[in-house]
C-alpha cells in the first residue's frame, strides 16, 4: 500500500554537557575540562522508492542521538550522529508550527531538517590571567524540534487520468512493464501505479468522480499527483454512452482542484475500440467536440499501441 502522506515529529539531538576538571600530574595542573560533543542533527534524503513513505504510518517521532559530555585532559566529547530519513523523491515538508515548507525533487538530494544542539564547553575554556582553576562550565544546547506535514506528490512524465474502468491500468501494463492490479469493478487501483516506457515515467492515478476535487470517492488524495506531470493522457472508455459527460467531468475536477491542471498537454484517448465497429467509432469522434488530440487504442492492438507512444514521445518533446 502506497502511503502518501504522515505527519511526524523529529528532535535533533541535544549537545552533550561541558565538564569540570584539573591535571592532576605536577608542574602541569590546571584546568582540562572538555567541550560536549554537538548532538545530531536531522537530515532528510530522497530516494527513487516511492513506498518510503510507508515506514512512517506507524513510527511516528524520530530522535537523532545527543552528543557526548566533555572529557578530563581538554579532550571534547563524541558528536552524536546525523539521522537521516528517507523520503520519496517528489516529497514535500510541511513545518505544522510555521508556512515553511520545502521540496526533495532530485534522488540524493539532502534536507537539513533539524539542526543539533551545539556542545558546552567545560572549565578549560573559562581560564584565565586572573581566573586560573574555574569551575565554570556549560550545559549543551537542546536539539531543535518540529512536527512535520509530509505530502508525497508523485513526479512522473505522463500521468493517466479518466473515470473508474476507463481502462487507464490495462494500458499502463501494455505501455510500460508495470504489474497494475486489473479487475472488472470501479476503484480497482485504490494508489497510484507507477511505469517506465523507455525512460519515460507513467502514473497511473486512481479513477476520478464528479465532485472528487470536494472529496468524493477517492477524492483529492490522488490529485496531488497529476500537479508535476508534463502530460495528461485522459482515458475514456468506448464501452460509455456519454464520451462528452465523461470528458467535462473530469476536465472539471482538475480545474477545480487546481485550475494550472486544465492548461497542461493532454491526449485524449478513446480505449477498448475493439468493442465499436469502425463506422461507429468515427461516428463518436465527430460528436466528441474537444480541442485535444484523440486517438483510439485497444490494448490488443499492437500497432494501435505503437502509434499511442509515438505520440506520447512528440508531446514531451
Not at 537530515?43 to 578530563?72: C, I, T
Amino acid at each position: 500500500m502506497l502511503t502518501d502522506e504522515a505527519k511526524i515529529k523529529i528532535q535533533a539531538g541535544k549537545g552533550g554537557d561541558g565538564i569540570v576538571a584539573f591535571d592532576k600530574v605536577m608542574m602541569s595542573l590546571g584546568p582540562t575540562g572538555g567541550r560536549g560533543g554537538n548532538g545530531g542533527s536531522v537530515y532528510f534524503e530522497g530516494v527513487s522508492d516511492v513506498f518510503a513513505l510507508n515506514k512512517y504510518r506507524h513510527m511516528k517521532e524520530h530522535y537523532a542521538p545527543d552528543g557526548k559530555n566533555g572529557r578530563g585532559n581538554r579532550s571534547d566529547g563524541p558528536n552524536g550522529p546525523d539521522l537521516i530519513l528517507t523520503v520519496p523523491v517528489g516529497t514535500v515538508l510541511h513545518d505544522v508550527n510555521s508556512d515553511r515548507s520545502r521540496e526533495i525533487t532530485e534522488v540524493g538530494q539532502k534536507i537539513l531538517a533539524a539542526k543539533g544542539g551545539i556542545g558546552g564547553r567545560g572549565n578549560f575554556f573559562f581560564r584565565s590571567g586572573s581566573v586560573t582553576s574555574p569551575t565554570k562550565f556549560e550545559l549543551g544546547k537542546p536539539g531543535e524540534t518540529l512536527e512535520l506535514s509530509i505530502e508525497l506528490r508523485l513526479i512522473a512524465d505522463v500521468g493517466l487520468i479518466g473515470l473508474p474502468s476507463a481502462g487507464k491500468s490495462s494500458l499502463l501494463n501494455e505501455l510500460t512493464a508495470a504489474n497494475a492490479k486489473v479487475a472488472a469493478y470501479h476503484f480497482t487501483t485504490l494508489e497510484p501505479n507507477l511505469g517506465v516506457m523507455d525512460g519515460i515515467i507513467l502514473a497511473d492515478i486512481p479513477g476520478l468522480i464528479e465532485g472528487a476535487s470536494a472529496g468524493r470517492g477517492l477524492g483529492i488524495k490522488f490529485l496531488r499527483h497529476i500537479q508535476r506531470t508534463k502530460v495528461l493522457l485522459h482515458c475514456l472508455s468506448l464501452e460509455s454512452d456519454d464520451l462528452t459527460r465523461d470528458y467535462n467531468v473530469i476536465r472539471q475536477e482538475l480545474a477545480s482542484y487546481d485550475p494550472k491542471l486544465i492548461e497542461k498537454k493532454e491526449l485524449v484517448i478513446l480505449t477498448k475500440n475493439d468493442l465499436v465497429p469502425e463506422k461507429e467509432l468515427k461516428k463518436r469522434i465527430k460528436q466528441l467536440k474537444i480541442k485535444s488530440e484523440i486517438v483510439t487504442v485497444s490494448i490488443h492492438n499492437l500497432e494501435d499501441l505503437e502509434k499511442l507512444k509515438q505520440k506520447i514521445f512528440t508531446l514531451l518533446q
